[in-house]
């Protein structure tokens, strides 16, 4: 609170030459005055001190307000919701048949043994992670037979899950990008975090065409084109499996269409890897794009969480994985992401890496891993062929084979934003303002519901 008026300076020093000289508050080595001679309390005030130095009376009153984030605003409404039919198809987290956050019985099992592991403790992780989880993430990513592990020209550091790892990869590639105005293309649509955190490093931010809007499936002739006239050299934001937030995955034919483009302009492939082994329920299909672009020679960056596929959503575990061209520049490529990493959270958590790298190093808990996503997938495919199949049954207006054709988490739907709105209001659905809905939501005892409220927004309202 600002110190009472006072009309007279401090011994010694010159009033300012203004009007009105209120003084807005005491100061141990000057009086600081008002120029506008108005109320005090007016944040837009100009005040001057005795040495005539100026400055506004709110130091942020310039700060603009930073747009809404969807995900979160749609999360707060649906939290404050509280009519018993209500459906959270907006939030990215897996959900049993009840509706309920399911830990997965491997992780339980890794938190019993660090529990009565007498050498465990809470002492921080070295800069770069753990090691026991970066040597067993870069295997499970790029495969137990890669030659760029075994030409040990690949470098891991752990990260805040796979947004860290997205803002530690912009950061570096905004440092030491060739060429030096090289842009970062990405998806249209992607994940609605890339955007903020590309332009957020300093990047210029392009798109390039993805979702056929007319039959919600992938407009390879689309995107090849905006990749083949993009300028040489740009960097290129690609979901390794289950693309968020469509569902819409290229085919292994498609990927190599997609890598024969991006050799051809030498464009720089980073790889945002969410869903491996939660998309298809096999680790190895999912990473089928990073390993072939790996195989092509490519240098890439990898974005890596274990959000999803291991249910550690709190616990932010995830890696960043850096392929180069030889092992000569690995040490000065891990030094400047160690560099970053420092600066920012100084090192990551220990806990989650924990956990994860116990399931990826115990092969029995790695083997009941696989069955538990392949549980989880099945699960989310299940109720995609359901939705389908009532929405079809109910003859509902248009092609819904969309929605099962699409795979991983999200569906992107086709409903318009005023029908999204309408599901909301008259329905209380809840999913985000494109359509977009977290498959994971839907179970037993909502499917019917849930179609029975889009096929009536479908009929009525466009």
Same mark, same amino acid.
């Given at each position: 609170?600002?110190?009472?008026?006072?009309?007279?300076?401090?011994?010694?020093?010159?009033?300012?030459?203004?009007?009105?000289?209120?003084?807005?508050?005491?100061?141990?080595?000057?009086?600081?005055?008002?120029?506008?001679?108005?109320?005090?309390? %007016? &944040? *837009?005030? +100009?005040?001057? !001190?005795? $040495?005539? /130095?100026?400055?506004?009376?709110?130091?942020?009153?310039?700060? =603009?307000?930073?747009?809404?984030?969807?995900?979160?605003?749609?999360?707060?409404?649906?939290?404050?919701?509280? %009519? &018993? *039919?209500? +459906?959270?198809? !907006?939030? $990215?987290? /897996?959900?049993?048949?009840?509706?309920?956050?399911?830990?997965? =019985?491997?992780?339980?099992?890794?938190?019993?043994?660090?529990?009565?592991?007498?050498?465990?403790?809470?002492?921080?992780?070295?800069?770069?992670?753990?090691?026991?989880?970066?040597?067993?993430?870069?295997?499970?990513?790029?495969?137990?037979?890669?030659?760029?592990?075994?030409?040990?020209?690949?470098?891991?550091?752990?990260?805040?899950?796979?947004?860290?790892?997205?803002?530690?990869?912009?950061?570096?590639?905004?440092?030491?990008?060739?060429?030096?105005?090289?842009?970062?293309?990405?998806?249209?649509?992607?994940?609605?975090?890339?955007?903020?955190?590309?332009?957020?490093?300093?990047?210029?931010?392009?798109?390039?065409?993805?979702?056929?809007?007319?039959?919600?499936?992938?407009?390879?002739?689309?995107?090849?084109?905006?990749?083949?006239?993009?300028?040489?050299?740009?960097?290129?934001?690609?979901?390794?499996?289950?693309?968020?937030?469509?569902?819409?995955?290229?085919?292994?034919?498609?990927?190599?269409?997609?890598?024969?483009?991006?050799?051809?302009?030498?464009?720089?492939?980073?790889?945002?890897?969410?869903?491996?082994?939660?998309?298809?329920?096999?680790?190895?299909?999912?990473?089928?794009?990073?390993?072939?672009?790996?195989?092509?020679?490519?240098?890439?960056?990898?974005?890596?969480?274990?959000?999803?596929?291991?249910?550690?959503?709190?616990?932010?575990?995830?890696?960043?994985?850096?392929?180069?061209?030889?092992?000569?520049?690995?040490?000065?490529?891990?030094?400047?992401?160690?560099?970053?990493?420092?600066?920012?959270?100084?090192?990551?958590?220990?806990?989650?890496?924990?956990?994860?790298?116990?399931?990826?190093?115990?092969?029995?808990?790695?083997?009941?891993?696989?069955?538990?996503?392949?549980?989880?997938?099945?699960?989310?495919?299940?109720?995609?062929?359901?939705?389908?199949?009532?929405?079809?049954?109910?003859?509902?207006?248009?092609?819904?084979?969309?929605?099962?054709?699409?795979?991983?988490?999200?569906?992107?739907?086709?409903?318009?934003?005023?029908?999204?709105?309408?599901?909301?209001?008259?329905?209380?659905?809840?999913?985000?303002?494109?359509?977009?809905?977290?498959?994971?939501?839907?179970?037993?005892?909502?499917?019917?519901?849930?179609?029975?409220?889009?096929?009536?927004?479908?009929?009525?309202?466009?």
């Amino acid at each position: 609170m600002p110190l009472p008026v006072r009309r007279r300076p401090s011994p010694g020093l010159e009033p300012p030459p203004a009007a009105g000289r209120h003084m807005w508050a005491r100061r141990r080595t000057a009086d600081i005055y008002c120029l506008s001679g108005a109320c005090e309390n %007016d &944040p *837009a005030h +100009v005040l001057v !001190g005795a $040495g005539g /130095y100026k400055w506004t009376a709110a130091y942020f009153s310039d700060v =603009p307000q930073a747009p809404p984030d969807g995900i979160l605003k749609l999360s707060v409404l649906s939290r404050a919701d509280s %009519d &018993p *039919a209500k +459906v959270d198809l !907006g939030v $990215g987290a /897996y959900r049993d048949d009840h509706g309920k956050p399911w830990v997965l =019985p491997v992780v339980r099992e890794a938190e019993a043994r660090l529990a009565a592991d007498p050498a465990f403790n809470h002492e921080y992780l070295g800069v770069g992670g753990l090691p026991a989880l970066t040597d067993a993430a870069q295997l499970l990513i790029l495969g137990s037979d890669s030659p760029a592990i075994a030409q040990r020209r690949v470098y891991t550091i752990q990260t805040i899950s796979g947004t860290g790892a997205n803002m530690v990869a912009a950061v570096f590639l905004n440092q030491f990008k060739r060429p030096a105005d090289a842009a970062v293309y990405i998806s249209k649509p992607t994940w609605g975090n890339h955007r903020s955190i590309f332009e957020t490093a300093g990047h210029v931010v392009r798109e390039y065409r993805y979702c056929n809007y007319d039959t919600l499936g992938l407009d390879i002739e689309g995107m090849l084109a905006d990749l083949r006239n993009a300028p040489n050299g740009q960097i290129v934001v690609l979901h390794a499996c289950a693309h968020n937030p469509t569902g819409i995955d290229p085919t292994e034919s498609q990927w190599q269409q997609i890598a024969d483009v991006m050799a051809e302009r030498g464009h720089f492939p980073f790889f945002d890897c969410a869903y491996q082994g939660f998309a298809t329920g096999d680790v190895d299909r999912d990473a089928y794009a990073i390993r072939l672009f790996v195989e092509r020679g490519f240098e890439l960056l990898v974005a890596e969480s274990f959000a999803k596929n291991m249910g550690l959503y709190g616990e932010r575990t995830g890696c960043l994985h850096a392929v180069c061209k030889s092992a000569d520049v690995v040490p000065q490529v891990s030094s400047q992401l160690n560099r970053l990493s420092r600066a920012t959270i100084s090192t990551a958590s220990a806990y989650g890496a924990k956990i994860a790298a116990t399931v990826l190093q115990d092969p029995a808990l790695y083997q009941q891993w696989l069955v538990s996503m392949l549980e989880m997938s099945r699960r989310i495919k299940t109720m995609r062929d359901a939705l389908r199949d009532r929405l079809v049954a109910l003859g509902t207006p248009g092609s819904w084979d969309h929605v099962s054709n699409q795979i991983g988490m999200f569906s992107f739907t086709g409903l318009s934003r005023t029908q999204v709105a309408a599901l909301r209001d008259q329905y209380h659905l809840y999913m985000t303002d494109d359509g977009r809905i977290s498959v994971a939501g839907l179970n037993s005892h909502n499917i019917d519901y849930v179609a029975k409220s889009i096929d009536d927004v479908v009929r009525n309202i466009k």
